[in-house]
Structure formats: structure tokens, C-alpha cells
């Protein structure tokens, strides 16, 4: 394996909260249809799917289950990639036959968090991502961790991410608010559905506070006192 790699900590509880009810809606799907593979993939580009997919299986890997993380956008440069940029091999070294799965499982500082770069870069991925080698590092990654979460482009910018969706257990398309207009989020999720890869849902990214706060009425209810003030007016109440 390569040397580690720093996983970041995110020590904002609100951000945190937000990916705990994804983390239990993934684990819901492993319990009762044993979903562990799950492409993560924007509707356009500079919809933040790939911040998604770190903190997703950063939490997933902080409950306790073995993750591995998959770049799969094998277009983009590393330079522009928060992981990648000091990655000698990676998802397209394997698929070329150039290096073995052991080579290119990279340890990261987060525990039971696992990351494969996407390798040397590819003009056209698409058929190495149809490749018998993709199914077969999808088979030997499902055997050996919990959940493998894949990071892949938009899906209105390429072929690449419907190419693993109709492979993976599960899609889930990333939206960012005043980004993501109405017509890339109905395009990319016909497209998905056109394939018939199994798109459960949507992650709204880059909401702002007050955003948030109005879909989350009680979203600090542990972090304010007036809540336990309230709870205990009411248990006066019941006891009258």
C-alpha cells in the first residue's frame, strides 16, 4: 500500500448531523437489501459531489464499517484534486493491467477509511470503465470492505458516471443550491433512469444556514437549553 493519506476532520456538528441521516439511510439499505456499492455523481460540474463523497465515507468509515473510497473521474488533472496529488498509481493503472489492487489502496488517517486515486489520466475512460478488469476490482473491493463508495463526474459532463451506476448497488445524485439549475437536475436523473441504474435520492449540497434551518426546525435541539426547558414544562404538565 501507499503512504497514508490525510483525511480531514470535520468538527462542525451540523455538518456532521447532515451526513450521520445519510450514513443511517445507507445503512437501512445494506441491513434490508445489502447495498454496499454506491455511486456518488453531480448532476453538472462544480456541484461539490466529491466533498460528498470524502465526508460520506469518512462517517461511514467512523461508525465503524470498513470503506473504501474510489475516484473514478480519471479526466481531471490531480492538481485540481484534493486527494490525488501525490498518487503514483491508481483505478486506471489497474484497468490497464499496469498494477494490481493491492498497489494502488491507499491507508488513509481516518480509520477504517481505505481511498483508490483514479491513476494516470484518460481522454476517453469509457471503455476501460466497461472493461472485464472493472468488474473484477468491483468484485474483489465488495468482498473485502462494507461499503465502497464511488466518486464519479457529473452526470450531464460525461458517459463515465452511468457506466458505474448501472453496476453499483445504488446512485445518489448531488445538487448544489443556486448551482444545479432545475433543468441539469431532470437531465441527469432521466439519464440515470434511462439506464436503469438504481437512483434512491439526492443530496442537496452548499445550503446556507437559515436554508437549512427552515427544513431542520429543530436541528440543535441538544445544543440549546431552551429544549430542555421545554421538556421539562411538558413533563410538569403531564404530571398535573
Given at each position: 500500500?501507499?503512504?497514508?493519506?490525510?483525511?480531514?476532520?470535520?468538527?462542525?456538528?451540523?455538518?456532521?448531523?447532515?451526513?450521520?441521516?445519510?450514513?443511517?439511510?445507507?445503512?437501512i439499505l445494506k441491513k434490508q437489501?445489502?447495498?454496499?456499492?454506491?455511486?456518488?455523481?453531480?448532476?453538472?460540474?462544480?456541484?461539490?459531489?466529491?466533498?460528498?463523497?470524502?465526508?460520506?465515507?469518512?462517517?461511514?468509515a467512523g461508525s465503524g464499517w470498513?470503506?473504501?473510497?474510489?475516484?473514478?473521474?480519471?479526466?481531471?488533472?490531480?492538481?485540481?484534486?484534493?486527494?490525488?496529488?501525490?498518487?503514483?498509481?491508481?483505478?486506471?493503472?489497474?484497468?490497464?493491467?499496469?498494477?494490481?489492487?493491492?498497489?494502488?489502496?491507499?491507508?488513509?488517517?481516518?480509520?477504517?477509511?481505505?481511498?483508490?486515486?483514479?491513476?494516470?489520466?484518460?481522454?476517453?475512460?469509457?471503455?476501460?470503465?466497461?472493461?472485464?478488469?472493472?468488474?473484477?476490482?468491483?468484485?474483489?473491493?465488495?468482498?473485502?470492505?462494507?461499503?465502497?463508495?464511488?466518486?464519479?463526474?457529473?452526470?450531464?459532463?460525461?458517459?463515465?458516471?452511468?457506466?458505474?451506476?448501472?453496476?453499483?448497488?445504488?446512485?445518489?445524485?448531488?445538487?448544489?443550491?443556486?448551482?444545479?439549475?432545475?433543468?441539469?437536475?431532470?437531465?441527469?436523473?432521466?439519464?440515470?433512469?434511462?439506464?436503469?441504474?438504481?437512483?434512491?435520492?439526492?443530496?442537496?449540497?452548499?445550503?446556507?444556514?437559515?436554508?437549512?434551518?427552515?427544513?431542520?426546525?429543530?436541528?440543535?435541539?441538544?445544543?440549546?437549553?431552551?429544549?430542555?426547558?421545554?421538556?421539562?414544562?411538558?413533563?410538569?404538565?403531564?404530571?398535573?
Amino acid at each position: 500500500m501507499m503512504d497514508k493519506l490525510e483525511i480531514y476532520k470535520n468538527d462542525n456538528y451540523i455538518l456532521n448531523d447532515a451526513f450521520d441521516q445519510s450514513v443511517m439511510n445507507l445503512h437501512i439499505l445494506k441491513k434490508q437489501n445489502g447495498y454496499k456499492s454506491f455511486v456518488i455523481c453531480g448532476c453538472e460540474a462544480g456541484d461539490g459531489s466529491t466533498t460528498v463523497a470524502i465526508n460520506l465515507a469518512a462517517s461511514l468509515a467512523g461508525s465503524g464499517w470498513n470503506t473504501v473510497l474510489v475516484d473514478g473521474d480519471m479526466r481531471k488533472k490531480n492538481r485540481y484534486k484534493r486527494l490525488n496529488e501525490n498518487a503514483k498509481l491508481g483505478l486506471s493503472d489497474y484497468l490497464k493491467n499496469k498494477a494490481t489492487v493491492d498497489k494502488i489502496i491507499c491507508e488513509t488517517t481516518t480509520e477504517n477509511l481505505f481511498y483508490i486515486p483514479c491513476g494516470e489520466l484518460i481522454d476517453n475512460p469509457v471503455r476501460l470503465l466497461c472493461s472485464a478488469r472493472m468488474n473484477d476490482v468491483k468484485a474483489e473491493l465488495e468482498n473485502a470492505y462494507d461499503f465502497i463508495i464511488y466518486d464519479m463526474p457529473a452526470v450531464n459532463v460525461s458517459m463515465d458516471a452511468k457506466v458505474v451506476a448501472v453496476n453499483a448497488d445504488a446512485v445518489i445524485l448531488v445538487s448544489a443550491i443556486g448551482k444545479t439549475t432545475k433543468k441539469g437536475l431532470v437531465d441527469a436523473a432521466n439519464a440515470l433512469i434511462d439506464v436503469k441504474a438504481n437512483l434512491i435520492g439526492t443530496i442537496i449540497n452548499k445550503t446556507d444556514m437559515d436554508q437549512y434551518i427552515s427544513s431542520h426546525e429543530d436541528y440543535d435541539y441538544f445544543q440549546k437549553e431552551k429544549y430542555v426547558k421545554k421538556s421539562d414544562n411538558s413533563a410538569a404538565k403531564r404530571e398535573k
